[in-house]
Structure formats: structure tokens, C-alpha cells
């Protein structure tokens, strides 16, 4: 086997190989032996068809599965005899394969680019120092209290909160337009539903009222002929209703599985996971400047096949999330821009902390795993149960391994960070746009 590395541009190279004729035609010749056993053909008796019809039939397609074997199989000697790394799938030309001559080939791939680490002091991380405090378990319990909640009809005037059920017809330039008419339609003040202004603008009226209100689409509206346009709304008030909040009792928590203990043990249960909820959103937040300046501090260059790889599984995953809602057979097939940037950053990171994880000689925690599998098994019933499940399934054993990986990356890169602490309200971290 003769081999050639060329540099096409960046991290792209190309394989000319040529494989020794005689390596082709035995192997050609053995396959076609093997064919002429068990082949039957008119005229013939099995086995005893004679060579020249057996290379006659199954000649050209046996020389081209072959040929296609042996590229395979030379290329992963090649790139082990020349020491490089393939990013992606190699793409095969051959250039000659006919009988009683070498196989002469292309192969054309990407390779993994060399990363140099720099920089990793300058990474600035602000650390929140942040507690759950009893103000923020109280308006925790508005917010159950608030998924539980029932309506009472009502007639006074309307504030944000209450339900309405209103009649609307809409205008833009004095003609009504689709989608802009409804009868019977509910919509809870604060929501926001409804383009801006429109639930401000019927915030006060009550049972029985008519009233034409003025609102502007958004520039940004989903409907090109609305964008920017002022509007008039008629609307008609059906009814009202009020919210009404249950009483927090022990019947209250009892509607979260705590059947003893009441409102207390209740109250200790809701603390504990957002504690837990709360460690996970300040971990994330670090990790995400972490991530963010070690790739602002290394530029890396990156592999097609590998941007590519991640597009594609990125936009699986898009298309699970909307599988509920529409049959994926009638989705159209989602554009590689909606994913690309967020691509190249996943593969940016990726590489990066491979590195990291490389250079250091880091070992998975073991320990770090079984903590990381306990916490997550502490919020189901039986935890135990959760914790058995990951230890024996290997696939999901292995990926808390990665995370475990990745958690241990990340904290080596804090050690090294230039981190300040701040004091943060925990809303600030549980509802950052809030």
C-alpha cells in the first residue's frame, strides 16, 4: 500500500492510496468463487457454472464491493500509519479499479484541530452568594396556592388576575383581517396573551360592557401584514370571574402527597427542593461564564463534519419537542441556520474541555457520580429505586459519567478563574427576566 497526505485547506486533508492489484483481483476472484457455489442458473447445474458467467454476471458489482471494503479497510491504516485524528466521515473517490491494476483512491476528510489552552486566569466569573429565605418559601406557597386556585363569578370591574370571557371583532385600516375575531373567548389578565397593550386596555370594564380600544402590532408580529399596523379592537364583556385562592391547611397539603405533618412538613418539603432547584441554577450560571470565557480566551478552529453532526442532533431534538404537537411526518425539515451558531459553540466547548480534561490527565470521580445520581434520585418517591436504575443500565451510568467529567473540567477552571462573589436575591437566579 502506498500512501500520500495532502493539505487541501484548513484542517481538510486527502489520502491518494493505491492498493496492490493482486490484493484486489485474489480477493475479487475468491468472492466470485464463492458466488459461483450457491448461484443457480438456468442451464446450469449448482456449481458447476462455469467462471466466465459467473464474472460476466456478478463481475462489475463484485469488483466494486470489494473496492469499497478495501478503501474502508486502508484508510484506517493509512490514518494510523500517518497519525491523524478524523473528524467525521471520510468522503472516497477511486480513481482506477480495473482488473489487473492497482486500486488507486481518494480519501477526503477533516481532521481534529490541535488546541493550545491560554488565558484560563482571565476567565471572570461573578459567583452568587444567594440562600432560600422565608420570604422566598412564602411566595413560593402563593405560587401553589396559585395552580390550585378556582373562580368565582364576579361584577365588579376587572383587574389583572381575573378571567374574562369577551367577544372581539378587529379592524386595521377599516377592514377586519383573519384571525382577528372571536365569541366566547377567554383570556386572564396578565397572561399576556394578547398583543401588547390589549389586556392593559380592558383591564377595568365589566360584565355587560362594550368598548373600542386602540393597540399597535409589534414590529416583530408573526403575520407580515399586521406588522406595525395600529388596530381596533370592539370588544364585548361575557363575564367575569375572580380568582380563589385555597387556604393553606392540611387538606392543602395533602394536595402534594404529605399526608402527616401538615403545613410544616409541607413547608420543609418545598424548602429542600428549591435548595436543591437553587444549587443547580447558581452551578449553571457559573459553569455558563465558565464555558463562555473559556471560549472567548481560545480560539479553536473547527471541523465542518463536527458543526454539522451537532446540527443534525440539535435539530432531532427541536423536532421531539414539537413531535407532541405535530406529526412529524407533516414537519418540514427544519433549516440548518436555526442551528449552526449554537453548533459551533457546542463543538467550540467540546474541544475545549477535552483539553482541559486531556492536559490535566483528569480520571472520572466516582464518588462526584454517585452524588450526582443521588441528587437526582432525591426528587422521586422512591429514591433508592432511581439510584438501582442508573447503576445497573450502562448507557445511563455512562452518560451521568460525562456530566461527572464535564462537572470536574469545570471546577478545575473556577480554581484557576478570577472569581468575585455577589449577593444575589434568589428570584434574581430562579427568574433572571422576570
Known sequence: MQVSVETTQGLERKLSISVPAETVDVEVKNRLRQIAKTQKINGFRPGKVPPSVIQKRYGKSVRQEVAGELMQRHFVEAIVAEKLNPAGRPAFVAKSNEEGKELEFEATFEIYPEVALSGLDKIKVE?????????DLD???VTLQNQHKTWKENKRKTKKGDKLNIDFNGRVDGEEFEGGKAEGFELELGSNRMIPGFEKAITGMKVGEEQTITVTFPEDYHAENLKGKEAEFDIKVNKTEGPVLPKVDDEFAKLFGVEEGGVEALREEVRK????ELTQAV????????LDGLVENNEVEIPKALIDQEVDVLRQQAMQRFGGQIDPKNMPQLPAEMFTEQAKRRVAVGLLLGEVIKVNEMKVDDEKVKALIESAASAYEDPQEVVDYYMNNQEMLQQMQHVAMEEQA????????DVTEKETAFSEIMNPKA
Do not use: Y
Not at 283 to 290: D, L, M, N, Y
Not at 410 to 417: G, P, S
Open 127 to 135: 459567583k452568587p452568594q444567594v440562600e432560600v429565605t422565608d420570604e
Open 139 to 141: 411566595e413560593m406557597f
Open 273 to 276: 427542593n428549591m435548595e436543591r
Open 283 to 290: 452551578k449553571a450560571k457559573v459553569k455558563e461564564q465558565i
Open 410 to 417: 469545570v471546577e478545575l477552571l473556577l480554581d484557576q478563574a
